[in-house]
């Protein structure tokens, strides 16, 4: 079975408590449940990771680049300044879907700019959980479509 790295960046780990009026109740856990659950309907399987550490979450992009792993990427605030995380991803040999529960182009300015979508298949934001479920039903396609 196709194994899909889904990456969750900083404060990621903080969901449920945080800011419930923009992130919703959902603590990381479920939403792991979540995506296990629709990657099981796909044929996928994932390994579900998040990190507070730039330099932890650029070790599993070079880690997804050498497995050839697809990945499904929440960057969080690393969306909107690290050229390092963009380096590291212009390197991926697989599929890559950015995703976001928020819609950041409603947002602040700061907000506005990713550094990851130029180097995306593409960009799912705005619909909560359903951007995960989105996000790997995309990673889906793209891996027939690759024949991987
Ligand atoms: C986020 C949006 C980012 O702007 C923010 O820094 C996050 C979460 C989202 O999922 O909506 O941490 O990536």
Not at 7 to 29: C, F, I
Not at 34 to 48: K, N, S
Not at 104 to 121: C, K
Not at 122 to 136: N, R
Request: proline share 4%.
């Amino acid at each position: 079975m196709r194994t899909v790295l889904v990456l969750n960046g900083p404060n990621l780990g903080r969901l449920g408590s945080r800011e419930p009026e923009v992130y919703g109740t959902q603590t990381l856990a479920d939403l792991e449940r979540d995506c296990a659950a629709t990657a099981a309907e796909l044929g996928l399987a994932i390994d579900f990771r998040q990190t507070d550490d730039e330099a932890q979450l650029l070790a599993w992009v070079h880690e997804a680049a050498d497995r050839r792993l697809p990945i499904v990427l929440n960057p969080a605030a690393f969306t909107h300044y690290s050229y390092a995380l963009h380096d590291a991803l212009a390197m991926r040999t697989a599929p890559l879907v950015e995703v976001h529960l928020s819609n950041p182009a409603t947002r602040e300015v700061f907000r506005h700019t990713s550094v990851v979508a130029s180097v995306a298949d593409g960009t799912v934001a705005g619909f909560g959980v359903l951007s995960y479920q989105l996000a790997l039903r995309a990673i889906a396609a793209l891996a027939e479509q690759t024949g991987g």
